[in-house]
Nanobody
Framework: QVQLVESGGGSVQAGGSLRLSCAVSGYTYNNYCMGWFRQAPGKKLEEREGVASIDSDGNVTYADAVKGRFTISKDNAKNTLYLQMNSLKPEDTAMYYC?????????????????????WGKGILVTISS
């Protein structure tokens, strides 16, 4: 059974940093697409925004809103996905979810348009105060 468990969320002031982790268990596929999504306050679950993606070839993409501030990475030895978030802004406040898909194809599109992801974590709250 595949499980994704996020950690590292919390509350920080604008300009600060946080690093989210997503521990993956039960997932042994060599090909994958993984990413981070966020659900802003007042938005519906289906309105989650794709934040960043990484595939098994090491290709990474970012939403325009986070480019230059967020970095996605994966430690294959630890089977853990990370999202380093710097220069945080109040508008980054959201519930953050990690997700995984067994196919690496079209990874950037799947994250950008929020479709086709097989597995989801339960989410973790990030709050940025001004």
């Amino acid at each position: 059974q595949v499980q994704l468990v996020e950690s590292g969320g919390g509350s920080v002031q604008a300009g600060g940093s946080l690093r989210l982790s997503c521990a993956v268990s039960g997932y042994t596929y060599n090909n994958y697409c993984m990413g981070w999504f966020r659900q802003a306050p007042g938005k519906k679950l289906e309105e989650r925004e794709g934040v960043a993606s990484i595939d098994s070839d090491g290709n990474v993409t970012y939403a325009d809103a986070v480019k230059g501030r967020f970095t996605i990475s994966k430690d294959n030895a630890k089977n853990t996905l990370y999202l380093q978030m710097n220069s945080l802004k109040p508008e980054d406040t959201a519930m953050y979810y990690c997700a995984a898909d067994r196919e690496a194809a079209w990874c950037a599109a799947k994250i950008r348009h929020n479709y086709g992801m097989d597995y989801w974590g339960k989410g973790i709250l990030v709050t940025i105060s001004s």
